[in-house]
């Protein structure tokens, strides 16, 4: 019973994540929403990893999830440091269109 509740509470947070990461525009949001996607299949991971034949849960799972989370975490900042440099150079370069007209 408590498996099938850990499985429809990751299933819903991959929906979640999926339909705002297709329908939101802003790139800030998306990255959000992605991070949610994983979270969410992060958590049908351990749903999904019940025990052996003999009911001992195995550690491989749980080991996978929590690199899982460090690779999101990872690629959560870089993405973050990406979209702050991308505004960045966006506010760069309209600072010198607007500046000089004539080129």
């Known amino acids: ?3 099938s509740v850990w499985l429809v509470a ?3 947070l991959v929906l979640i994540g999926l ?3 297709l329908l939101t ?3 800030l ?3 959000l929403a992605f991070h949610i996607t994983g979270s969410g299949a992060l958590l049908l991971v351990l749903a999904l990893a019940g ?3 003999s009911g001992d849960k195995s550690i491989v799972p749980a080991l996978l999830v929590f690199t899982g ?3 999101g975490l990872a690629a959560t900042l870089l993405a973050l440091w990406l979209l702050r440099r991308a505004r960045q150079l966006a506010l760069h370069r309209a600072a010198h269109t607007d500046a000089d007209p004539g080129s």
């Open 1 to 3: 019973m408590m498996s």
């Open 29 to 31: 949001r998306r990255l």
């Open 69 to 71: 989370m460090l690779v």
């Open 25 to 27: 525009p802003d790139l």
């Open 51 to 53: 025990a052996d034949a």
């Open 19 to 21: 339909t705002g990461f």
């Open 10 to 12: 990751g299933s819903g």
